[in-house]
């Protein structure tokens, strides 16, 4: 094996399993046995403050339409979220917050961020700072080879 797809494998195996074990600490922490996809689609909709459509969410969140369905239907079983018929075009529906759900994502909020906050102080912020580049450099480049 050349050094290349030794770092390459190295890299890539580093960056699954820091992924499954935060995936894990956070999910033990959540609250209401939420799942980290429903606390990502209930920050997504709190942060930008405006309706969205499945599709849309979809998209964001590089899922199918199908899985997108599924939580988006978890989180209104909830309460967490609202979906309405769009009144402009009633084949499509759109998405929104409830008050519930802001609820529900501050709280997760809440328990998930000193633990993330420990991780960068326990890293330290410079290194954090000088991986940031890098990560987003390589999370846009798998998002355009995706699309």
Do not use: C
Request: charge should be positive; avoid cysteine; glycine fraction near 4%.
């Amino acid at each position: 094996m050349s050094d290349s797809n030794a770092l390459a494998i190295s890299l890539f195996s580093e960056l699954l399993t820091a992924d499954q074990l935060l995936r894990n600490r956070l999910t033990r922490v959540l609250p209401n046995k939420m799942e980290i996809s429903h606390f990502s689609v209930l920050n997504h909709l709190a942060r930008g403050n405006s309706e969205r459509t499945p599709a849309q969410l979809a998209r964001s969140f590089h899922v199918t339409r199908g899985a997108m369905t599924n939580t988006l239907s978890k989180l209104e079983l909830a309460g967490y979220v609202h979906i309405r018929p769009d009144w402009d075009d009633a084949r499509r529906k759109m998405v929104s917050i409830s008050p519930a759900g802001l609820a529900a994502r501050d709280a997760a909020m809440a328990v998930i961020t000193p633990i993330i906050t420990e991780m960068v102080d326990e890293l330290g912020d410079q290194k954090v700072r000088s991986a940031l580049p890098i990560l987003r450099e390589l999370r846009v480049k798998l998002e355009i080879e995706t699309s």
